[in-house]
């Protein structure tokens, strides 16, 4: 897992103006589905799948003292929800469905790698994910895109 932190930095420095990557290999898919804050400036996230047995990693940046929050809902990805302030730091908006799940990504960058099985590639089945780095001492969240991943 020690080569993931370099991939990610290579990405980056790829494409260095652009807020939201997929990397995703064989033949499932990613597409950034919106942004988070379309006003303001989606928080900078990446979505790597590497070939083979390698777990899929979200990644994003969250400021000292925040807490990074990955939602991620089974199926397409929904209609765009809008979030107000508070609890976004500004008008934003959420894409995983109504039947999200929510889990903290640890580290700065925040991150989260899930193993899926290699079986699962080429399926079709699709997921939504999205990020928010949210800072309790100044009660309120930004938003990475919308990303939607398919298997």
């Keep these: 897992m020690k080569w993931f932190p370099l991939f990610l930095a290579a990405v980056a420095l790829l494409q260095p103006s652009v807020s939201a990557q997929c990397a995703v290999a064989g033949p499932s898919g ?3 589905v919106g942004p988070g804050h379309p006003v ?29 929050i990955v939602f991620i809902s089974p199926g397409p990805c929904g209609a765009p929800v809008a979030v107000g302030v508070p609890p976004a730091c500004a008008p934003g908006l959420l894409y995983p469905a109504p ?8 580290g700065a960058p925040a991150s989260l790698c899930l193993l899926i099985p290699p079986g699962l590639r080429g399926t079709g089945f699709p997921f939504c ?6 800072n309790p001492a ?12 398919v298997l």
Excluded: K, N
């Excluded at 989606?42 to 799948?49: E, G």
């Excluded at 039947?99 to 640890?106: K, L, R, S």
């Excluded at 100044?138 to 991943?149: A, I, N, P, Q």
């Design 30 to 32: 990613c597409a950034v």
């Design 40 to 68: 303001i400036g989606s928080i900078a996230s990446t979505l790597v799948w590497p070939p083979g047995a390698a777990p899929l990693c979200f990644s994003f940046g969250v400021p000292p003292g925040s807490v990074g």
């Design 99 to 106: 039947v999200a799940v929510f889990t903290i990504a640890a």
């Design 129 to 134: 994910i999205q990020g928010v780095s949210f």
């Design 138 to 149: 100044v009660g309120c969240g930004r938003l990475t895109d919308g990303y939607l991943l």
